[in-house]
Each structure stands twice: as C-alpha cells, then as structure tokens.
C-alpha cells in the first residue's frame, strides 16, 4: 500500500486506542506514506472537535515504522478544537512520548515530550497545534488575511485564555512578528468526565517543538526564522503564555534550548517546565525579539500623599525613555510623565516617579521606548493613597476553568456567582478570601455551556460583575 489514510468527522469524535495497556496506533512509512487526518476547519460551527485518545500509558502507543524522525508528518489536526490525550498517568519514560504531527502542506511538525517526575495521579497530557493556514490564501475556510500580514497572530484564533501577543495591557503594540504563526497546547489539567481525569498536581516535563522553513509565514525583516540564506534569520525560543498574570515574558527556554537555523528543519529542545509553572499554551519567538522584555520589578506604594512608582531593568541596549500612564479604570489612559533612561547597561539600574494627583485607587502602566522608536509596554499595577477600593480586572475561559482577576486595596472575603443571560445561578463559591493588591480566583467550569456569563462577586458592603464568554 503507497498510502493510508484515516479521516476523523466533521463531528464531536473519539477514537480510543489501548484500553488494555498495550494497543498501539502504529504508522507504516515504508511503503509511502501513512497519515491521519482531523477536520483542519478552525470555525466552531463547523468543528466541533475530535479527540485521539491513547489509554496506553508507554511512549510507543504511537510507533513509526521505520522509526528513524519522520520528515512528513503523520497526524494532520491543524485546529484548537482537535486533540490527542494521552494518558501518561504516574509512568515516567526517558523515551519521548512523540507526537508526529504534520500540516496540511504535509510538512513535518514532530512534538514530544518527557515526563520527568511521577506526581500527579493517573491523569493525562491533551495536546494541540495549529497555525494560521486556515486564513492563507489558498484556504477555503476563512478567507485570507490582510495581503502580507499572515505572520501576524491576531488573524486567527488564540487558544482559550490568550488575550494578546505582547504585554499585559490590551491594545498595546503587537509583538506577534517576532513570533512564528503557530500555537501549541500541552494541558495537564483538562478535565472530560466521559473520557478522563486531570492531573492533580502538574509532573514536570521535558519538551521539543519542532517548526521548520515550510511552515512559516513571515514578511522580512522580522526577526522570526526565514526560508533561505541572507534574509537575516535568527534562533527563536520557546515562550508560555501564563494565564495568571495574563502575560509572555515570565518564562522562556534556557539560552541552550535555542532553534538552530541549520537545518531547514530544526528544533527547540530541552525545554523543561512543572509544577505551578506549567502553563497550557506556548509559541515560539525570536531570541533577540522575545514576546516581551520583563523588568526586574516595577510596584508602586503609598508614601504620605504621593504614589510612589518604582521600577529595576537588570541590563538595557539602546533604551531612550520610559512613560508612564495612568487609569482609573484599566481601559482609557492617560499619559501622567517621561523618565530618561541610562541607554546601555549590563549591571542593575533603579527608576522611580511620583504621583502627587492621588485621590484613590488607579492603575499605571510603564512602557520602554529605544532609540529607533520600537516601544514596548510592562504590567499593569494597582496603586493609591487614602484609597478603599475592590474591582474585577479581568475574567477569562482557559479552557477548563475559569479564572477571575482581582484588585483590591484591603483583604476581604466574598461569594462568587456564575449566572447566564437569563440571571439563572450557575456555579456558587461562598467565603473567597480576596486578598491586598491582586488576587486570582480558578473555577472548573463543568456542565457549564458555551455562551455569555456574568461573574459577580458581593458581599454585605460590596457588589461587582463582569462579563465573560465561555468557549
């Protein structure tokens, strides 16, 4: 046979392999080639999503014949919507638990992954990827992107719980063309009470991504990888997108854990990552461009009847000023001053600025601008004099649970309530301890449909509500 193919369903689907243990989903290559196929449709209304599912505990559950790498991959899915779980549980290989997935290009994307701790009970790793082919041109799905911008991630779907590709503040400059036009999702904790339990407690891991030349979308000069010699390529890095504190830039890969521009096909191997740490989504970004710069600290406090602002860089190049700005309800801003910046430095520097307009809570912002005009923007925090303030930040679907941001300016305790459109009572969480400054509250979302939500948090001196939509 020169090639076999497998065809999941337009529809909600699972296929289970190795109920006993020891069934295998095994690729036959030496012929041609043997590939499945998802539904690639990213639209909701038209995917419902598919699951692979591997009850086999061992690394070859999936085996490829011959099992030298593959070039072409073997697992074509190419939406958020379908998944492979796996169901690792206490095992711990040194064997890489290898998924050989591919794009519709047929174009290789191997991902694998060591598991290097036994925590976490008999739980699974769901796994995704996909890129931004379904707005290209030649895609008959969502029409194609604006002409020359396919590397720009905000033309497609980001996985549940991504808001942006740069910093914490929405709406600030794009950084996405420093990054490739692909998302991975390796999740720990999603929960499918038909099918599977989570992790209780995260394993640590050890993962490879793998995204060569062909897959790439970029517009030169952008420092992500480009096809072809003297296009100025760089190596690129592995970055997570952490859901707490809604940003990119609080983890990326060891230096040693870089994409090697030789050869076509490389790989950014040897990313390790556990416990609280372990994120679900992750990209890959340029090492001299990552998704974005973290300063050492940045905290703001009261000091008599000033808000005083202090931040420390812990090196800096070619760095011109900072700006702050200033909000009273995290959305309109508004530009309160500018601080000099020391230019080049490869020791600690210190900063700081004073608020004298102080008459409750706000939020400042602090941006960092070089010498050729490329600015980039920093959290968000919440400070202020004589203030006695409680307020929703931010809410947000991660794709099991839903999470809840909150400021306040004193400790207090508060009931939770998840209602629908129609002011039905959905999900109840009596006496949440909300803490000084912020405070992040996680929810498992279980026999909640998709649609629009309203979070309300109330207690007997105050009540607050925001909207959120449940994918």
Known sequence: MKKSVLLLSLFATSICFGQTGRARLVFNNAGGTAYMVFNPDPRPAFN???????????????????????????????APQN????????????????????NQANVGLPFSLVKTSPAGGAGSFVCATYSSYPYMASS????????????????????????????????????????????????????????????????????????????????????????????????????????????WGDYVSAPTSIYSNQPATGRVSGVTIGGANFYRTWTLSSVANPLPIELTSWKGECNGKEVKLSWTTASESNNDYFTIEKSRDALVWEHIGEVDA??????????????DRTDGLAYYRLSQTDNDGTSVVFDVIAAGCDANSTEIVNAWDDGANVNVLVSSTQDGVYDVYLMDAAGKNM????????????????????????????????????????RIVLM
């Not at 998944?83 to 591919?102: C, F, M, S």
């Open 48 to 78: 419902s999503g598919a699951y692979l599912v591997l009850d086999s505990k061992g690394p070859d559950a999936i085996t490829l014949l011959p099992a030298a790498p593959v070039a072409t991959g073997n697992i074509r899915s190419e």
């Open 83 to 102: 998944k492979i779980r796996w169901a690792v549980a206490d095992t711990v290989h040194a064997t890489p638990y290898l998924i050989p997935y591919g």
């Open 140 to 247: 008959p799905y969502a029409g194609p992107a604006p002409a020359g911008t396919e590397w720009d991630n905000r033309n497609y779907m980001a996985p549940a719980g991504v808001t942006h590709m740069n910093d914490f503040a929405l709406g600030s400059v794009d950084n996405s063309f420093n990054a490739v036009n692909r998302f991975w999702i390796v999740d720990a904790q999603e929960t499918n009470a038909a099918l599977w339990t989570n992790y209780a407690v995260k394993p640590n891991v050890v993962m490879n991504f793998e995204n060569p030349y062909g897959d790439i979308d970029v517009v030169a000069p952008s420092d992500v990888l480009v096809p072809g010699p003297g296009l100025g390529a760089t190596d690129l890095q592995a970055q997570r997108f952490n859901t707490a504190v809604q940003k």
């Open 342 to 355: 020391v230019g080049n430095s490869s020791s600690e520097t210190q900063y700081g600025f004073n608020d």
């Open 427 to 466: 999900v109840t969480r009596t006496s949440q301890a909300i803490n000084k400054n912020f405070t992040q509250l996680t929810f498992s979302k279980n026999g909640v449909a998709r649609g629009m939500y309203t979070i309300t948090l109330q207690n007997n001196d105050n009540v607050m509500s925001r």
